[in-house]
């Protein structure tokens, strides 16, 4: 079991976070070429939550900006079920720190943007008309690329998004953090009669204090305005892949 999906090691997320989508690219559209551009939407935010955040994809893609509780002591993520997404399990349900990094790159900022656009989701731009198709689906598009330019071998090595999770679990993991601590972090079921049936999940400030003993792969980024794309400036929908097809061929 321990073998069945490539574990990140640090030293490749920082070559991750040290592509150009996040140090600054040439535009929208050439994202993996280095410029002075960053823009901030999902392919910018998606990985850097997974790694902070220890949640899985759908989970992420699919938050809503009333899930993200950004006053008081421990800004929070809340991850329950919403009109977009069902969580995997009961237990996926729960509420966790935003992780110190995140606010300093904008995170928070770039949750204001959103609500003084007047947009509901987290990640406007993923959408398909008619919803049918899950939006960590439609962002795999843009994951896809980013690992491939950084690291070209990862997929044969079986490092996928969910790979991201991992890390965040098993550097939580090899610094001590109780076992129990880290499934309410990640919205595991805890099979220990104590520390499951018996006892209350792990409040913020404990969700925290583990989280700080993260890596920090994303170090030497610079916090930027936040910069929205002109789709959800504009509150466009996504065009659907058919019409893209259309588009590319004329």
Known sequence: MRNERGKFLTDELTTLFALPVCRGCASLKERLTAGEQIFHDAT????LLSI???????ENCGLLLDEIEGEGDHPCFRF???RLRLLKTPQSKRRVPIHPELIRL??????EALRAADHQ???PELPTPGGATPMGDVFDDSWQKMRAAALPNAK????VLHSLRHWCNNEMKQRGIRSETRKDILGHTNGDMN?????????LQVMADAMSVLPLPTVELLPQPINLIPQVIEHKPRPSRKKKRQTAAA
């Open 195 to 203: 520390e499951g049936r018996y006892t209350d999940p792990a409040q």
């Open 156 to 159: 044969d090595e079986g490092k």
């Open 106 to 111: 904008g995170f928070l900022k770039y949750v």
């Open 121 to 123: 989701l987290l990640f």
């Open 52 to 58: 902070y955040n220890g949640g899985r994809r759908e």
């Open 80 to 82: 329950e079920n919403n």
């Open 44 to 47: 910018y935010w998606v990985p």
